[in-house]
């Protein structure tokens, strides 16, 4: 190789050597791995608390206390200005909560989707399974109820639970990717969705087919056997009887051995018979991004100028005869505002508009929530969110629902009037009798709930107030740990 020259000295080769050496480190350390790489490692060294998101909010609060004794200081510092974020937030989350989120074959969830047209025998779900189950966007919410935060308001359905709950938890501060350091295991399964797509099918072995096949999927996997089920959970869109009741159309998911070992969130629970059934709200229209969408709502609802003592919205039932009450009481009072929903008029088509709901009910004081179908209505919800008082004639309404939700002391924040008794005929009596201070603590109390009842935007970066989501995660941690413990 060096014939006819000189051979280099021993200490220019070793420099070469070095040289080529220091060049190659530094074009390993200068160039590292992938993002993607790198986000994996943190995802599986990280513990939940310290998992580095832009999409959760940096100011989520580690527990209930800690919320409880900053709220007041963080609502006037947020109304007031809007303070920088950093590009990268570090959210906080509740440390006993660790949420493992199953990544289930796409027939059970996602997969549904592609069907959108035929989820439902009534309506097209295309439009509504968009945007995470959020639904259309809402240009306007009417001009009496204007607000800048246009990008927080949604045409949701009122089934759509369960896929706006399975997008907050992708994004979620206490999602970890390693099952070992789970204390609970979603299953997002779009039950509702399904059951909903059978209601026509005749054959109780097809209509079953799918709730069968998630069983047998989840039992041969070992995150299942280490509590047989007991710190799993599934979120369900639709009400109980949909899942577990011998009239024609309904599922049987409930009534399968496996998912009776489960947690089941629901937005109607068995009242009766469900020990391991729990009540989470039907949404609403409002999914705010940030605390500051939050409370300029709340201000508005406090401010707004209430015209009306009580209202009523909705439609005659065959099997809620109170309603008809109702709707003669409301017709006669010129106290009340009433919404009929039956028909194809105009008027029936307003209850349609989330606009005109929201509007009759941020003009009430009281509004009226009776049963229908079912015990339960999406109403219950509208009008927290519109900072009207639910006047319940049924337990099963609310009460017995949404225990993780809702104050212990119902007069707080509600009017009970029994089904079964006089003060039924004579509601505008009734609702008279309240003290006017009384009327403000409960509707302030009203106003105060509207965040944990409310779903926020699952794409969103600064929610800083917990939501429906974060107060199930909550008190479900609180209840497994008593199974497993």
């Given at each position: ?45 990280d513990h939940i608390q310290h998992h580095d998101s832009p999409h959760v909010n940096q100011n989520r609060n580690q527990n ?66 968009a945007n995470s189950g959020l639904g259309q966007p809402l240009a306007t919410i009417g001009s009496t109820l204007e607000t ?317 107030f917990e939501d429906a989501v974060d107060v199930a995660l909550a008190s479900l941690a609180k209840k497994v740990k008593k199974?497993?413990?």
């Open positions: 190789m060096f014939s006819g020259e000189k051979k280099p000295p021993i200490l220019l080769r070793f420099s070469s050597s070095l040289l080529l050496f220091l060049s190659a480190a530094f074009l390993i350390f200068w160039f590292p791995s992938s993002p993607d790489t790198l986000i994996q490692q943190k995802h599986d060294h209930n206390n800690n919320s409880n004794s900053n709220s007041s200081s963080s609502k006037n510092d947020d109304v007031l200005t809007t303070p920088t974020k950093p590009y990268v937030t570090v959210p906080k989350c509740n440390q006993q909560v660790s949420v493992y989120v199953y990544t289930l074959p796409a027939k059970f969830n996602l997969g549904l989707l592609h069907n959108c047209h035929d989820l439902n025998f009534r309506t097209d779900m295309c439009p509504h399974v800048n935060n246009s990008n927080s308001w949604y045409a949701t359905n009122q089934f759509a639970a369960e896929m706006i709950f399975h997008a907050r938890l992708l994004n979620h501060p206490c999602r970890t990717y390693d099952p070992a350091r789970a204390t609970l295991f979603y299953v997002p399964y779009y039950g509702g969705l399904h059951v909903s797509s059978k209601f026509r099918e005749r054959n109780q072995t097809a209509r079953d087919e799918l709730d069968v096949g998630l069983v047998d999927y989840l039992q041969f996997q070992p995150t299942w056997q280490k509590q047989k089920g007991k710190d799993h959970f599934m979120a369900l869109g639709r009400v109980v009887r949909d899942f577990k009741s011998s009239w024609v159309g309904a599922g049987r998911l409930l009534k399968l051995a496996g998912v009776e070992n489960m947690s089941v969130l629901i937005i109607e629970r068995n009242p009766f018979n469900g020990s391991n059934q729990h009540g989470i709200p039907y949404p609403s229209y409002f999914h705010p991004s940030t605390w500051h969408d939050m409370s300029t709502w709340q201000t508005k609802m406090r401010e707004t100028h209430r015209r009306h003592l009580f209202s009523f919205i909705g439609a005659k039932r065959r099997k809620a005869a109170i309603r008809n009450e109702f709707i003669k009481q409301c017709g006669e009072s010129t106290r009340c505002m009433l919404l009929n929903c039956r028909g194809g008029n105009d008027e029936a088509r307003k209850c349609q508009e989330p606009s005109e709901v929201l509007k009759v009910m941020s003009e009430s004081v009281f509004c009226l929530q009776a049963p229908g179908d079912t015990f339960t209505r999406r109403s219950t919800f509208d009008s927290v969110l519109a900072g009207c008082i639910p006047v319940f004639f049924s337990p099963h309404t609310a009460y017995s629902q949404y225990q993780w939700y809702l104050p212990e002391e119902r007069s707080e924040y509600s009017v009970y009037i029994d089904q079964r008794s006089k003060a039924r005929k004579r509601i505008e009596d009734e609702l008279l009798k309240i003290p006017s201070e009384k009327v403000k603590r409960m509707r302030e109390k009203i106003i105060g709930l509207i965040p944990s009842l409310t779903y926020a935007n699952p794409n969103a970066s600064d929610f800083g199974f497993v413990d």
